[in-house]
């Protein structure tokens, strides 16, 4: 299958610092990138979908001033963890696809841990 | 909104057979997924049901009812290595998607 990259795969940062997060497609061009937030023990949730070249669609209850998300190009979008707490302490994973009814990948996962 | 449920703990030995069900309560609905995730890592696609009825993938086979609401993954010959959680979702993965709460499967010697 196609292969996802995400970086870095863990980051510890100072509350009330910011952390940005990428993903890329290394072998498609991803038009959609999706971006999940897992708490321990508890399942994936949808954050946003972003678009290449657009704004980002937010789940309901997703602070966009927060989570800042940029896709300016078709194999790498990026999600910012603005002003961090240590209650945005999580797993973060994004995931990409080419193109409609294509298959969509998973990057490996970004621990972000607030102290 | 949507919803989906699963069982959240399933323990079974090795070379035993388990079914993890979900059902899920959804306003649109593009097919059934599964997916593994082991500890620490990030969840990778086992199958997919589009249409009602078994679809199979070597170990790991998948059913779908649409009438019912239903969905399970059935996983035979079971290895140590398929202790992990596994999340049933909603959507096709070229469509967002929404995760149920997840199964932790233990398998024991």
């Known amino acids: 299958g196609a292969v996802v990259s995400q970086h870095p795969s863990r980051v510890i940062c100072k509350s009330g610092t910011s952390v940005k997060i990428e993903c890329r497609s290394l072998d498609f061009q991803a038009t959609t990138m999706f971006w999940y937030r897992q708490f321990p023990k508890q399942s994936l949730m949808l954050m946003a979908t972003s678009n290449e070249g657009s704004k980002a669609t937010y789940e309901q209850g997703v602070e966009k001033d927060k989570f800042l998300i940029n896709h300016a190009s078709l194999t790498l979008s990026t999600l910012t963890v603005t002003s961090a707490h240590p209650e945005d302490s999580s797993f973060y994973i994004c995931?990409?696809?080419?193109?409609?009814?294509?298959?969509?990948?998973f990057g490996q996962g970004t621990r972000l841990t607030v102290v | 909104g949507q919803s989906l449920e699963q069982p959240s703990e399933v323990t079974a030995v090795e070379g035993a057979i388990v079914q993890i069900n979900c059902t899920y309560q959804?306003?649109?609905?593009?097919?059934l997924s599964w997916y593994q995730q082991h500890d620490g890592g990030a969840p990778t696609f086992l199958s997919y049901n589009g249409l009602d009825g078994l679809e199979e993938t070597g170990r790991f086979s998948s059913f779908l009812s649409r009438s019912d609401s239903y969905g399970y993954l059935l996983l035979q010959e079971l290895q140590m290595k398929d202790s992990a959680s596994y999340f049933c979702?909603?959507?096709?993965?070229?469509?967002?998607?929404?995760f149920g709460s997840g199964t932790r499967l233990l398998v024991r010697p």
């Open positions: 959804t306003s649109g609905f593009y097919g």
């Open positions: 995931s990409a696809r080419g193109g409609e009814n294509t298959e969509a990948f």
């Open positions: 979702a909603v959507g096709r993965s070229s469509y967002k998607l929404i």
